[in-house]
C-alpha cells in the first residue's frame, strides 16, 4: 500500500468517524440526516483507498471514457517507479 493510498484511507476513517461523531453528541435527527452521505462517503474511502478518487476522476469524463481512464491511470502507475 503507498503513502497516498493510506492518506486516502485515512481520510475516510477521518470522515466517517466524524460525522457519525457530530452526529451521536448533537443527536439532532435532521443534522443526522445530512451527516450521513459523508460517513458514506469516508467508509467508501477507507475501505478503498485511493481507486476511489480515480473512479471519480473517470466519471466526470463521461460513461463511456470511464474504463479507459481507470486504465489509462493503471497504465500509468505500472510505467513510473513507486515513491517511496
Aim: include cysteine; glycine fraction near 8%.
Amino acid at each position: 500500500m503507498t503513502r497516498r493510498d493510506i492518506l486516502w484511507r485515512t481520510i475516510g476513517i477521518a470522515l466517517t468517524v466524524g460525522a457519525c461523531g457530530v452526529a451521536a453528541a448533537l443527536d439532532a435527527l435532521v443534522l443526522a440526516m445530512l451527516l450521513f452521505p459523508i460517513a458514506l462517503l469516508g467508509l467508501t474511502l477507507a475501505i478503498n483507498g485511493k481507486r476511489v478518487v480515480v473512479a471519480l476522476r473517470a466519471e466526470r469524463l463521461g460513461h463511456c471514457h470511464t474504463a479507459e481512464a481507470i486504465h489509462a491511470v493503471r497504465v500509468r502507475r505500472r510505467r513510473d517507479p513507486p515513491h517511496s
